[in-house]
């Protein structure tokens, strides 16, 4: 678990980890900031949204909730339509979803209209958006691939930098059904993105070749549920689902705990600038340090290791009780944040591989849903009840941190790191020194097989000319005697073709 996985896509092409693979990856950092943006970006019109429709804060991150819900909980039918119709259609029609939803949600007339359209709609047009969007990126990076994974996965801090200002913005000029409105024309460059997803295709085959593959290839799997058969993918599942338990909570709330502390709008909006401008600077470099060659194999535990920052973090965080210290809280959760954002799919690629990974990023994004689904709501319905922001980050703090306990410590427990393999040239080079050794052993073999004497020694001479001909014809001597100077040239060493040196006398 954890180890490198050599990536050379469905169609047997090697990632090229690089060329068009740029342009992909710069697709993939758009869409996957829109993604993880939204539903923190949304929340600066929770407030006028509680006014409008007279509703509480759980009511209100609801909206949030189901966004999530439905990025991670489609994620089987995005698995699915990917494999049916590959990763460029379903981005581009799911980006004319995600634009619909927030257009059709700036006329709501209550707080289900927004539920149904910005949840359900933009949330599933996103969700058919993110998905592709990474298995094209892993289809083309394999050596680079943590590298490309934490550019990729910037995306989310920088969208986040724009969108939250933007948003306050546009709600102070357009109010929030203007805000919608243009949020939703924005959304519409998730079909550009789609756009860029050339597939990878393998070079054409001689007319020879292709006459000599008569056999059909399989249908692929529309949904591979032997990836449930990996025990390291059941260990990642299991962790993934108690850690989006209490991931998001901290970014959708750190807004409304400004405000009650008594700032402003605009200052309490900054805070998540503050943590999406360090975020930006945490993922690329989280993303080098994974690929170094020391660190790629335990990948997995710098991912447990992020997951016990960030819920160390959230629970130091639920004791700041001014504006400064919210400050610093969002520095460190940013630095946090952004390690799990760039490690949590590249740990999942290096476990299932290429040929999988569509349909294990489905399955873990459905199993995570249901923990999206209950997270922030619960700890709006926390803060309902105990008007406190200490309790919710610090039941976020000890749900992150206990997920990357159960990842770390299951991982060493349960999971056999295989011995690694030599490479294909060094396996070959073995194998043909032991076929010669085997050569040059069998003549003593024979020598014993046939009772000894001089007849043995004859034949096991006889047999050693016999296997040095295949590089050159020796004519046999008709007797075993020989003369000093050949005794002398037969002392000289003998290279053999494979670099293995043979002294005929020991040989003998």
Known sequence: ?????????????????????????????????????????????F??????????????????????????????????????????????VGGLFASLGMILASFATNIIHIYLSTGVITGLGLALNFQPSLIMLNRYFSEKRPLANGLAAAGSPVALCCLSPLGQVLQYKYGWRGGFLILGGILLNCCACGALMRPLTAPKKTSEVEEKETKPKPKPKLLDFTVFRDRGFLIYTVAAAIMVLGLFVPPVFVVSYAKELGNEDTKSALLLTILGFVDIFARPTCGIIAGLKWVRPRCVYLFSFAMIFNGITDIIGSMAKDYPSLVAFCIFFGISYGMVGALQFEVLMAIVGTEKFSSAIGLVLLVEAFAVLVGPPGAGRLL??????????????????????????????????????????????????????EELNKAPKNDQDNGGGENGKKQAIEHEATTKSDHKKVEEPESIGVDSIELENASKNVTEPKGVVVEPESSL
Not at 55 to 79: E, H, K, Q, R
Not at 423 to 436: G, H, L, S, Y
């Open 1 to 45: 678990m954890g180890g490198a996985v050599v990536d050379t896509g469905d169609s047997g092409v090697k990632a090229p980890d690089g060329g068009w693979g740029w342009a992909v990856l710069f697709g993939c950092f758009i869409i996957t900031g829109f993604s993880y943006a939204f539903p923190k970006a949304v929340s600066v019109f």
């Open 384 to 437: 309902d009840a105990t008007k406190n922001y200490m309790f919710v980050f610090l039941l976020a703090g000890c749900e992150v941190v206990l997920s990357a306990l159960v990842l770390a410590i299951c991982n060493m427990l349960f999971i056999k790191r295989k011995p690694e393999q030599p490479d294909p040239p060094a396996k070959m080079e073995m194998a043909v020194i032991d076929t010669e050794m």
């Open 47 to 92: 407030k006028e949204l509680i006014r409008e429709f007279g509703v509480g804060y759980s009511d209100t991150a609801w909206i949030s909730s189901i966004l999530l819900a439905m990025l991670y909980g489609s994620g089987p039918i995005c698995s699915i339509l990917v494999n049916r119709f590959g990763c460029r259609p379903v981005m581009m």
